[in-house]
Nanobody
Framework: VQLQASGGGLVQPGGTLRLSCTVS????????IGWFRQAPGTEREGVSC????????YYADFVKGRFTVSRNNGKNTVYLQMNSLKSEDTAAYYC?????????????????WGQGTQVTVSA
Protein backbone atom coordinates (compact mmCIF):
# COMPACT_ATOMS: atom_id res chain seq x y z
CA VAL A 1 0.00 0.00 0.00
CA GLN A 2 1.50 3.29 -1.08
CA LEU A 3 0.39 6.87 -1.38
CA GLN A 4 2.39 9.23 -3.54
CA ALA A 5 1.83 12.96 -3.17
CA SER A 6 3.13 15.19 -5.93
CA GLY A 7 2.64 18.56 -7.56
CA GLY A 8 4.28 20.83 -5.04
CA GLY A 9 6.66 23.59 -6.00
CA LEU A 10 7.51 27.25 -5.76
CA VAL A 11 4.76 29.67 -6.71
CA GLN A 12 4.19 33.38 -6.30
CA PRO A 13 1.44 34.73 -4.04
CA GLY A 14 -1.87 34.54 -5.86
CA GLY A 15 -0.69 31.62 -7.92
CA THR A 16 -2.10 28.12 -8.30
CA LEU A 17 -0.91 24.57 -7.84
CA ARG A 18 -2.63 21.22 -8.13
CA LEU A 19 -1.48 18.48 -5.82
CA SER A 20 -2.08 14.84 -6.65
CA CYS A 21 -2.24 11.87 -4.32
CA THR A 22 -1.93 8.62 -6.25
CA VAL A 23 -2.49 5.35 -4.44
CA SER A 24 -1.22 1.93 -5.32
CA UNK A 25 -1.76 -1.46 -3.76
CA UNK A 26 -5.48 -0.91 -3.18
CA UNK A 27 -8.52 0.49 -4.91
CA UNK A 28 -9.28 4.05 -3.98
CA UNK A 29 -13.04 3.47 -4.29
CA UNK A 30 -13.66 2.70 -0.63
CA UNK A 31 -11.13 5.00 0.99
CA UNK A 32 -11.45 8.40 2.53
CA ILE A 33 -8.59 10.76 1.80
CA GLY A 34 -7.33 13.61 3.90
CA TRP A 35 -4.92 16.36 2.97
CA PHE A 36 -2.77 17.76 5.73
CA ARG A 37 0.04 20.25 5.90
CA GLN A 38 2.91 20.94 8.22
CA ALA A 39 5.13 23.98 8.35
CA PRO A 40 8.43 23.89 10.23
CA GLY A 41 7.91 24.10 13.97
CA THR A 42 4.17 23.54 13.76
CA GLU A 43 1.84 20.59 14.16
CA ARG A 44 0.37 18.83 11.20
CA GLU A 45 -3.04 20.30 10.45
CA GLY A 46 -6.01 19.20 8.40
CA VAL A 47 -6.54 21.07 5.16
CA SER A 48 -9.22 19.16 3.30
CA CYS A 49 -10.90 15.76 3.32
CA UNK A 50 -13.11 13.82 0.96
CA UNK A 51 -15.11 10.71 1.75
CA UNK A 52 -15.22 7.62 -0.43
CA UNK A 53 -18.48 8.64 -2.09
CA UNK A 54 -17.17 12.10 -2.96
CA UNK A 55 -20.44 13.46 -1.53
CA UNK A 56 -18.94 14.87 1.62
CA UNK A 57 -15.95 17.14 1.74
CA TYR A 58 -14.28 19.25 4.38
CA TYR A 59 -12.22 22.40 4.13
CA ALA A 60 -10.38 24.16 6.90
CA ASP A 61 -11.51 27.75 7.29
CA PHE A 62 -8.15 29.04 6.14
CA VAL A 63 -8.56 27.43 2.67
CA LYS A 64 -12.29 27.71 2.09
CA GLY A 65 -13.06 29.30 -1.23
CA ARG A 66 -9.50 28.80 -2.45
CA PHE A 67 -8.87 25.05 -2.40
CA THR A 68 -10.93 22.29 -3.99
CA VAL A 69 -10.59 18.58 -3.36
CA SER A 70 -11.69 16.00 -5.90
CA ARG A 71 -11.06 12.40 -6.75
CA ASN A 72 -10.83 10.18 -9.83
CA ASN A 73 -11.25 6.64 -8.59
CA GLY A 74 -10.53 5.28 -12.05
CA LYS A 75 -7.08 6.81 -11.84
CA ASN A 76 -6.70 6.01 -8.15
CA THR A 77 -5.92 9.66 -7.60
CA VAL A 78 -7.18 12.47 -5.39
CA TYR A 79 -6.46 16.08 -6.26
CA LEU A 80 -6.15 19.27 -4.27
CA GLN A 81 -6.56 22.32 -6.46
CA MET A 82 -5.02 25.29 -4.70
CA ASN A 83 -5.84 28.77 -5.98
CA SER A 84 -5.04 32.24 -4.65
CA LEU A 85 -2.10 30.88 -2.73
CA LYS A 86 -0.74 32.89 0.17
CA SER A 87 2.65 32.87 1.84
CA GLU A 88 1.07 31.26 4.88
CA ASP A 89 0.16 28.24 2.73
CA THR A 90 3.85 27.37 2.61
CA ALA A 91 4.26 23.90 4.10
CA ALA A 92 4.84 20.27 3.31
CA TYR A 93 1.54 18.77 2.18
CA TYR A 94 0.63 15.17 2.93
CA CYS A 95 -2.19 12.88 1.89
CA UNK A 96 -3.56 10.09 4.04
CA UNK A 97 -6.07 7.28 3.52
CA UNK A 98 -8.43 5.14 5.53
CA UNK A 99 -10.92 2.48 4.45
CA UNK A 100 -14.10 4.34 5.38
CA UNK A 101 -17.14 6.17 4.04
CA UNK A 102 -16.51 8.99 6.48
CA UNK A 103 -13.56 11.31 6.98
CA UNK A 104 -11.68 13.00 9.77
CA UNK A 105 -9.21 15.79 10.41
CA UNK A 106 -7.57 13.72 13.14
CA UNK A 107 -4.21 12.51 11.90
CA UNK A 108 -4.44 9.38 14.08
CA UNK A 109 -7.63 8.29 12.27
CA UNK A 110 -5.78 7.55 9.05
CA UNK A 111 -4.02 4.27 8.36
CA UNK A 112 -1.80 5.15 5.42
CA TRP A 113 0.31 8.20 4.67
CA GLY A 114 2.21 9.44 1.71
CA GLN A 115 5.44 11.37 1.82
CA GLY A 116 5.10 15.12 1.78
CA THR A 117 5.28 17.39 -1.21
CA GLN A 118 6.65 20.85 -0.52
CA VAL A 119 4.63 23.93 -1.39
CA THR A 120 6.44 27.25 -1.16
CA VAL A 121 4.60 30.48 -1.80
CA SER A 122 6.99 33.36 -2.16
CA ALA A 123 7.64 36.36 -4.34
Amino acid sequence: VQLQASGGGLVQPGGTLRLSCTVSGFSLNYYAIGWFRQAPGTEREGVSCIDSSEINTYYADFVKGRFTVSRNNGKNTVYLQMNSLKSEDTAAYYCAARFSNSYSTDTSWYDYWGQGTQVTVSA
